[in-house]
């Protein structure tokens, strides 16, 4: 099973600062690697597939980068709407896993 | 718009088999390109992929759940239906339906239902 791990687990950030949210996979994934925002009692969204991939009606501030085994999640000019837990998931190899989560708070 | 959504009990009592239909609306689910998956999150955690169908009926399961769990179609009702066999506590999770768009070499999961709450407990 390929096990993501997210860093960090949980960041404070004031309006308008830029975040960075890393992924690193226990083995080489290729690019197959999407990110999820769920906000509070809420189901999770899709932000970014296949890696760097934009998804339509999607805020243009996040963005992802990466492969092998690393990547990251941008949000250039966090927005308060943007408080929210934010995951990995990969779907290279069976089982599909996900990271634990990063809880980004607006301060 | 396609639009998912979970129903069945809240509440399961340990050793009883947990039941669910995820119901499909605004598309139909014999799309080619797409599987029908369910994910849990316990409370407080994160995201647990369960397993996935086809609508032909093709399967694949979390090895960590697979001895108890059965996901089914129904074409003629779009729905697509999870059975989890002799719950325990640990089983108690929001349980999402999800479509699972695939297009080589990769899937994810777009859009999600809106999840339903299961706890088990006598």
């Known amino acids: 099973e390929i096990v993501l791990t997210q860093s960090p687990d949980f960041q404070s950030v004031t309006p308008k600062e830029k975040v960075t949210i890393t992924c690193r996979a226990s083995q080489s994934i290729g690019s197959s690697l999407h990110w999820y925002q769920q906000k509070p009692d809420q189901s999770p969204k899709l932000l970014i597939k296949?890696?760097?991939q934009s998804i339509s009606g999607v805020p243009s501030r996040f963005s992802g980068s990466g492969s092998g085994t690393d990547f990251t999640l941008t949000i250039n000019s966090l927005e308060a709407e943007d408080a929210a837990t934010y995951y990995c998931?990969?779907?290279?190899?069976?089982?599909?896993?996900f990271g634990q989560g990063t809880k980004v708070e607006i301060k | 718009q396609l639009q998912l959504q979970e129903s069945g009990p809240g509440l399961v009592k340990p050793s009883e088999t947990l039941s669910l239909t995820c119901t499909v609306s605004?598309?139909?689910?014999?799309?080619?390109?797409?599987?029908w998956g369910w994910i849990r999150q316990p409370p407080g955690k994160g995201l647990e992929w369960i397993g996935s169908?086809?609508?032909?009926?093709?399967?694949y399961y979390n090895p960590s759940l697979k001895s108890r769990v059965t996901i089914s179609v129904d074409t003629s009702k779009n729905q697509f239906s999870l059975k989890l066999s002799s719950v325990t506590a640990a089983d108690t999770a929001v349980y999402y339906c999800?479509?699972?768009?695939?297009?080589?070499?990769?899937?994810?999961?777009?859009?999600w239902g809106q999840g339903t709450l299961v706890t088990v407990s006598s």
């Open positions: 605004g598309g139909s689910i014999s799309s080619s390109s797409y599987y």
């Open positions: 999800a479509r699972e768009r695939q297009q080589l070499p990769t899937n994810w999961f777009d859009p």
């Open positions: 296949y890696a760097s």
């Open positions: 998931h990969q779907s290279s190899s069976l089982p599909w896993t």
């Open positions: 169908i086809y609508y032909s009926g093709s399967t």
